[in-house]
């Protein structure tokens, strides 16, 4: 496993944050990373190595429970551990904020964060069918199924 630091990121994060999340297909804009950067019941978690930030989370404080509404590692820093870190800091964020429970969504195309979520203690509740626009932009590409999950915390 790579060792990775892990804190809250402030605006001052906001350029490393984007270009990191510019990373994968779909992601967030600017404008959505710095509103949830300014939002007092977000919180943005960062994975940094070596001084490089490779991952993030955005977590958000709802009554009684949290969402974890976006999770990232660096396609080149996969496969290290550095999720698992990053999905514990915002089980230990949300403690914090006194949730009793923690729910997600994720395509159901993404076995490996459904396998890291299931070992955190994760369970289905549930599937948006066709919820999720496809990756590709082929012209015959399906819609894709959210599966929806929650841990106590």
């Given at each position: 496993m790579t060792e990775g630091e892990v804190r809250c990121l402030s605006l001052g994060d906001l350029e490393r944050l984007?270009?990191?999340?510019?990373q994968q297909p779909r992601h967030w804009s600017a404008g959505q990373l710095q509103a949830a950067l300014q939002d007092r019941d977000c919180c943005v978690l960062g994975i940094a190595v070596e001084?490089?930030?490779?991952?993030?989370?955005?977590?958000?404080r709802l009554p009684?429970?949290?969402?974890?509404?976006?999770?990232?590692?660096?396609?080149?820093?996969?496969?290290?551990?550095?999720a698992a870190v990053l999905l514990e800091a915002v089980v230990e964020q949300c403690r914090r904020w006194g949730g009793e429970r923690l729910l997600l969504e994720v395509r159901a195309g993404n076995v490996a964060a459904i396998a890291l979520y299931r070992r955190?203690?994760?369970?289905?509740?549930?599937?948006?069918?066709?919820?999720?626009?496809?990756?590709?932009?082929?012209?015959?590409?399906?819609?894709?199924?959210?599966?929806l999950m929650s841990r106590r915390l």
């Amino acid at each position: 496993m790579t060792e990775g630091e892990v804190r809250c990121l402030s605006l001052g994060d906001l350029e490393r944050l984007v270009a990191l999340e510019r990373q994968q297909p779909r992601h967030w804009s600017a404008g959505q990373l710095q509103a949830a950067l300014q939002d007092r019941d977000c919180c943005v978690l960062g994975i940094a190595v070596e001084e490089a930030l490779v991952g993030h989370a955005v977590v958000a404080r709802l009554p009684f429970e949290a969402e974890l509404q976006a999770m990232l590692v660096a396609p080149t820093m996969r496969r290290r551990g550095l999720a698992a870190v990053l999905l514990e800091a915002v089980v230990e964020q949300c403690r914090r904020w006194g949730g009793e429970r923690l729910l997600l969504e994720v395509r159901a195309g993404n076995v490996a964060a459904i396998a890291l979520y299931r070992r955190a203690g994760f369970s289905e509740d549930g599937r948006r069918r066709g919820y999720y626009p496809p990756l590709n932009e082929a012209a015959d590409a399906a819609r894709e199924d959210a599966i929806l999950m929650s841990r106590r915390l």
